[in-house]
């Protein structure tokens, strides 16, 4: 069955540092990814998405890449502040599917 | 302009009571899908609905879910006989098309 593995850890990092969250993914051919943050209840909000074409996206702090050999993305964002702490979530989604299926997210800690 | 809406934001319920979720997605948003999400982990999809068509179900976990959107606006999600279980974070979202998703604050259902 399809499975997506975000590290269910949380990543501790000092502000000003680069975070980066990985997801991962088998038994799926997905023809698009997206990232979404998702703050205590709240629900989640879109950040990026990247086509199974495209290598790499930005938007401002925000980089994604998207391996479809290695069926890993990654996201980073730079210069990270402690307003970017929250749980972010992947989601895969393909061309023949509406539907979005979510990893479990990772939370992210920025330190001041 | 508004975003998605979702009433009640809190909901408990005693066991065997029926509970009905109620989604106001964003005026002209084609798509609207309904979302279950457990502590820790991602939105789980339940069913999507393009327009008033209720395209996919296949993610409502028994016949006790049952979710409609008859003017192809506002949809409401039932539980019927709800159980522990039962017990969640309910999110709506709506798109224009296939592609990002704007999701609701989410229903707290608490079943006692």
């Known amino acids: 069955s399809q499975k997506i593995e975000q590290n269910s850890e949380a990543l501790n990092i000092q502000e000003g540092k680069t975070a980066t969250l990985t997801c991962n993914y088998t038994?799926?051919?997905?023809?698009?990814l997206q990232w979404y943050r998702q703050d205590p209840g709240r629900g989640p909000v879109f950040l990026l998405l990247?086509?199974?074409?495209?290598k790499e996206k930005r938007k401002e702090r925000l980089k994604v890449t998207f391996d479809t050999t290695l069926k890993q993305s990654l996201f980073h964002i730079t210069a990270s502040q402690p307003a970017d702490s929250a749980t972010y979530l992947c989601a895969l989604g393909g061309d023949s599917s509406y539907k979005l299926i979510f990893g479990s997210g990772t939370r992210l800690l920025v330190r001041p | 302009g508004a975003g998605v809406s979702q009433s009640p934001r809190y909901k408990v319920a005693k066991r065997g009571q029926d509970v009905a979720l109620r989604c106001d997605p964003i005026s002209g948003h084609v798509s609207l899908f309904w979302y279950q999400q457990a502590l820790g982990q991602g939105p789980e999809f339940l069913t999507y609905f393009q327009n008033e068509a209720q395209l996919d179900k296949s993610g409502l976990p028994s016949d006790r879910f049952f979710a409609e959107r008859p003017e192809g606006s506002v949809s409401t999600l039932k539980i019927q006989r709800t159980q522990q279980e039962d017990s969640a974070v309910y999110l709506c979202a709506s798109s224009f098309w296939r592609d990002e998703q704007y999701f609701g604050p989410g229903t707290r259902l608490t079943v006692t």
């Open positions: 038994n799926y051919s997905p023809a698009y």
């Open positions: 990247i086509r199974e074409n495209e």
